[in-house]
């Protein structure tokens, strides 16, 4: 019997000895501001988040104001409209045509690819050339 005494008087001594490190542990913590010493962690230092900066929209360009046509797209534009024809009635002749468009008989014969101005007939399309 005196083993087993022994033996619980060593199993004593070590939970007496546990509770002791157990209990310090506990006194440093309450000493240390609820923390032990061996389960401290070191908290991060909160940092300030940046305000996000708007990013702008994105927008339409700016629509040029119209301007007073050049003399070259005044040019270009007069060239680009369709021809003024004429269809020729009875009794009509190349040279009365020419004159009530203000053209020469020339141009007129020249812009249909006419030889002989008596060589013309009724219902026939004209192409009347600009004025000049």
Do not use: H, K
């Not at 020339?106 to 060589?119: C, F, K, Q």
Request: no cysteine; glycine share 6%; proline share 13%.
């Amino acid at each position: 019997m005196g083993v087993i005494r022994l033996a619980g008087l060593f199993v004593l001594v070590v939970v007496i000895a546990a509770w002791v490190l157990f209990a310090s542990s506990i006194l440093d913590a309450i000493g240390n501001g609820g923390r032990a010493a061996v389960l401290q962690t070191v908290e991060p230092t909160p940092t300030a988040v940046p305000t996000p900066t708007p990013v702008p929209s994105p927008t339409a360009p700016a629509t040029p104001e119209p301007s007073a046509p050049s003399a070259a797209t005044a040019t270009a534009t007069a060239t680009v409209t369709p021809p003024q024809t004429y269809t020729i009635a009875r009794g009509d002749n190349l040279t009365r045509i020419a004159d009530s468009f203000g053209v020469t008989l020339e141009a007129l014969m020249a812009a249909n690819g006419i030889n002989d101005p008596s060589r013309i007939r009724e219902g026939q399309v004209l192409v009347i050339p600009p004025a000049p």
